[in-house]
């Protein structure tokens, strides 16, 4: 079984900034990419961004330059810095790891911004 929590959503103004986090616990030897998507309210889960084991990084056009995604192999968290945010990055985050060739996915976490 392996376990994902995230932490760090909530309301924000726009152009403010929020840090989520997101936990992987237990069969995660050998744990590989990890990502986060978003679910913004009444459209489809799209693709944000993901960090290989290695720490090669993939950004969705909307949020480069504007977002960073991290990780810190030794806790098996990964992060995401999210800066400059806009109302359209309201959203539900949904982390995501893959381990063993599966995706897992984590319960998710709000994210608002207002105008």
């Known amino acids: 079984q392996v376990q994902l929590v995230e932490s760090g959503g ?9 840090r989520l986090s997101c ?3 237990g069969s995660i030897f050998g744990i590989g990419a990890m990502g986060w998507y978003r679910q913004p309210p009444r459209k489809q889960r799209e693709l944000v961004a993901t960090i290989s084991s290695g720490g090669s990084t993939y950004y969705a056009l909307s949020v480069k330059g504007r977002f960073t995604i991290s990780r810190d192999n030794a806790k098996n968290t990964v992060y995401l810095q999210m800066n400059s945010l806009k109302p359209e990055d309201t959203a539900v985050y949904y982390c995501i ?3 063993s060739s599966r995706g897992y996915w984590g319960q998710g976490t709000q994210v608002a911004v207002s105008s």
């Open 10 to 18: 909530g309301l924000v103004q726009g152009g403010g900034s929020l």
């Open 97 to 99: 790891a893959v381990v």
């Open 23 to 25: 936990a992987a616990s």
